[in-house]
């Protein structure tokens, strides 16, 4: 069963950078596969961040393309986010998923974590 | 900016049928948008339901259906339970090949 983690801090700060990483198990990143970012803000619908295939090629919401980098590290079979220059309105719950190639299915997700941006 | 819409909120009776639907901004919608619909309830991670506008995955219940209907995006709930009460999410993806969404803004279902 491939079963995905985000991890990373529950707080930053105004003006800095969030940092996640999306631990996947049961399934090797370098396999194959999309590995994307999701984020819902409190109480507000999903919003599609970006999306990161296993050779390194990177995909952005033409919203947050500016301010996101999305890495993979096959070594460890994780990926990560970083979103840079924050603000509290990029406080909310961020979700890793898989998405598979083709058919652009997301599939399994990680439960999610909170990231509050506050001083 | 592309705009996903569906509605905000439907009620349903338990055992009844209910269809959402998901409109694109940029006109009708298509399978080659690849519809992806999610159920999400409070305090849970969105759960994958439909993918390529109709095919289910393996866990989703008989009951949800997916297709395409007046240029948009549909889901059908037949037969309603209490359990399917949640918000539904459409997922599409624009621009051949990019694999980044746009999601609507969410129906929340209501069971009464």
Known sequence: ?????????????PSETLSLTCTVSGYSISSGYYWGWIRQPPEKGLEWIGTI??????????????????????????????LRSVTAADTAVYYCARVSGGSYRADFWGQGTLVTVSS | QTVVT?????????????????????????????????????GQAPRALIYSTSIKHSWTPARFSGSLLGG??????????????AEYYC???????????VFGGGTKVTVL
């Open chain 2, 72 to 85: 948009k995006a549909a889901l059908t709930l037949s037969g309603v339970q209490p359990e399917d009460e």
């Open chain 2, 6 to 42: 569906q509605e905000p909120s439907l009620t349903v009776s338990p055992g009844g049928t209910v269809t959402l639907t998901c409109a694109s901004s940029t006109g009708a919608v298509t399978s080659g948008n690849s519809p992806n619909w999610f159920q999400q309830k409070p």
């Open chain 1, 53 to 82: 295939y296993h050779s390194g090629s990177t995909y952005y919401s033409p919203v947050l393309k500016s301010r996101v980098t999305i890495s993979v590290d096959t070594s460890k079979n994780q990926f990560s986010l970083k």
């Open chain 2, 91 to 101: 997922l599409l993806y624009y621009g051949g090949g990019q694999p980044v969404g």
């Open chain 1, 1 to 13: 069963q491939v079963q995905l983690q985000e991890s990373g801090p529950g707080l930053v700060k």
